[in-house]
């Protein structure tokens, strides 16, 4: 070949591989901004989930959903321990996705971003959808903001709280399940001292908490005590929790804990996963927090240590009574950014899609995963063995967090027979539903405790921390009120107080 001929061979595929570079970089292009409005038959839909388990679902399980949706789904998932840090910054900087999961709990937050139009309005094109029409009315009253809807829902039982104990240990010290404040800190206490692991050392504490005062183990605790879910009604006004003589006994209930040893001694500083990490392990013989979360836990702990065996307890007996805290029936919101979504046609293909992943193929995909694989199916009704349910846990638990209004949704097939452990959590969140202890804001309005919150909700967390570790007394902590009144506290108090005059 002449050097003339070899230097146009070489021309050629270097246009080529320009050609196809070009080509790839206008895809990539494409797949990012695509489509806006354009009845692109496969539109792209950017989603920022919260990731609850070790790994994300199953890439094969979310082919499959791409392909039953005719989507193109970007599934942005964080670690449900950094979630609203991330959430938050995404808001802040304008840089968020076309959908965003919006935690219960971090939901004031965002309401100043909803009513200054960053998120479509969606209530009026619900009707539009065979599944979203059927949303549930009370829920969807219950997120609403200034009488709009903004969110599809995931659905939750109104109280999942509960501990979950090593019953092994439990057997090995001759006791038996508690059902008081009492018995409970004494079973804490002698899984510290009495070496209920029998390994002749002291290396194990009554139980383990995390760095969060709601889904830790202190807002169940107090519900215990008597302590009102946020705010309390007396006289016919609002009064804040942490004003009560009930929110004050479950900080010296957690200092005793502290002082003797029975909890974590770094609990303000600890993450979930720590916390997580420490239980399987077995230094910690008592978990409190969602009872749901025992079947894993169990699975994981067996896999470190075949004896350890997990059992739940969700009656507490306190000194009135039988008391849960509890939350609307809702675990949180998917939002849909106006910035991401600029056009009406780009959202109802967005909306779309949620509706779809209510229909019976993908929500039993979601739900259950693969037949055969993941359970099985007996009479038309789902079987979840013992002996898939770590490949449950790794392949379709984290796809929980996409579904919407899963409970109320008829199209999800019946389970027949659960694993012993996700079965006894489900009776005793059923259980809990006699003795709620009910958030009477939940549909009232405070624009300053919208606006204020995270600030002042913080002021008092660093002293119910700084009283528990013996920090500062209860002047200290008095002092701390005031200046959360002073702060915007007091202005909080008289508005939800206007709106519940209002509603009456």
């Known amino acids: 070949m002449s050097r003339a001929s070899h230097g146009?061979?070489?021309?050629?595929?270097?246009?080529?591989?320009?050609?196809?570079?070009?080509?790839?970089?206008?895809?990539?292009?494409?797949?990012?901004?695509?489509p806006a409005g354009s009845g692109d038959?496969?539109?792209?839909?950017?989603?920022?989930?919260?990731?609850?388990?070790?790994?994300?679902?199953?890439?094969?399980?979310?082919?499959?959903?791409?392909?039953?949706?005719?989507?193109?789904?970007?599934?942005?998932?964080?670690?449900?321990?950094?979630?609203?840090?991330?959430?938050?910054?995404?808001?802040?900087?304008?840089?968020?996705?076309?959908?965003?999961?919006?935690?219960?709990?971090?939901?004031?937050?965002?309401?100043?971003?909803?009513?200054?139009?960053?998120?479509?309005?969606i209530g009026p094109y619900l009707k539009g959808y065979g599944n979203l029409q059927n949303l549930d009315p009370a829920i969807l009253d219950q997120s609403a903001v200034d009488g709009k809807i903004y969110g599809l829902y995931t659905e939750r039982p109104s109280s999942r709280q509960g501990v979950?104990?090593?019953?092994?240990?439990?057997?090995?010290?001759?006791?038996?399940?508690p059902e008081t404040l009492e018995e409970l800190y004494e079973v804490m206490r002698q899984f510290?001292?009495?070496?209920?692991?029998?390994?002749?050392?002291?290396?194990?504490?009554?139980?383990?908490?995390?760095?969060?005062?709601?889904?830790?183990?202190?807002?169940?605790?107090?519900?215990?005590?008597?302590?009102?879910?946020?705010?309390?009604i007396e006289n016919n006004r609002l009064i804040p929790d942490f004003m009560t003589d009930e929110y004050i006994n479950t900080m010296n209930f957690m200092k005793k804990l502290y002082d003797e040893g029975i909890i974590n001694p770094d609990f303000a500083l600890t993450s979930k996963e720590i916390q997580r990490d420490r239980f399987i392990h077995g230094e910690a013989g008592v978990f409190i927090g969602s009872m749901t979360d025992v079947q894993r836990l169990s699975i994981e702990a067996q896999a470190l240590n075949p004896k350890a065996e997990l059992t739940l307890v969700n009656r507490i007996q306190g000194p009135e009574g039988f008391k849960v805290w509890s939350i609307p029936n809702y675990n949180g919101l998917f939002l849909f950014s106006k910035k991401a979504i600029p056009t009406e046609q780009e959202l109802k293909q967005v909306l779309g899609f949620f509706d779809r992943t209510m229909d019976k193929d993908v929500a039993n995909l979601m739900m259950y995963g693969v037949e055969g694989r993941h359970y099985k199916l007996q009479d038309g009704k789902v079987i979840l063995p013992e002996e898939?349910?770590?490949?449950?846990?790794?392949?379709?638990n984290p796809l929980y967090s996409l579904m919407i209004a899963d409970i109320g949704n008829n199209n999800i097939m019946e389970v027949a027979q659960k694993e012993q452990l996700t079965d006894l959590a489900d009776q005793l969140s059923k259980d809990n539903e006699q003795f709620l202890v009910d958030d009477p804001t939940v549909q009232l309005s405070s624009p300053t405790f919208d606006e204020k919150n995270m600030e002042l909700s913080a002021m008092i967390a660093d002293a119910t921390y700084n009283y528990i570790l013996g920090k500062i007394d209860a002047d200290g902590f008095k002092s701390v009120i005031e200046r959360w009144k002073q702060s915007g506290g007091d202005q909080i108090i008289e508005e939800y107080n206007e709106s519940l005059a209002s509603v009456k």
Not at 388 to 396: A, G, K, M
């Open 192 to 232: 510290t001292y009495q070496d209920p692991d029998r390994n002749g050392k002291q290396d194990t504490i009554g139980v383990v908490d995390r760095n969060d005062l709601v889904y830790g183990i202190f807002k169940t605790l107090s519900s215990y005590f008597g302590t009102p879910n946020n705010w309390k």
């Open 41 to 121: 038959p496969h539109p792209y839909i950017s989603i920022l989930a919260p990731l609850h388990f070790p790994q994300q679902p199953s890439k094969e399980i979310m082919v499959e959903i791409e392909s039953l949706t005719d989507a193109q789904l970007d599934i942005r998932w964080v670690p449900e321990g950094v979630y609203t840090d991330k959430m938050n910054t995404a808001l802040t900087t304008n840089s968020l996705a076309k959908v965003t999961f919006v935690k219960f709990s971090d939901y004031n937050m965002v309401k100043n971003a909803i009513r200054s139009d960053a998120f479509w309005e």
């Open 8 to 34: 146009k061979r070489v021309l050629f595929y270097c246009w080529i591989l320009i050609l196809v570079t070009f080509t790839a970089l206008s895809a990539c292009s494409s797949r990012d901004s695509a």
């Open 164 to 177: 979950i104990i090593r019953k092994d240990w439990l057997d090995e010290l001759q006791l038996g399940k």
């Open 388 to 396: 898939t349910s770590q490949l449950r846990v790794n392949e379709v």
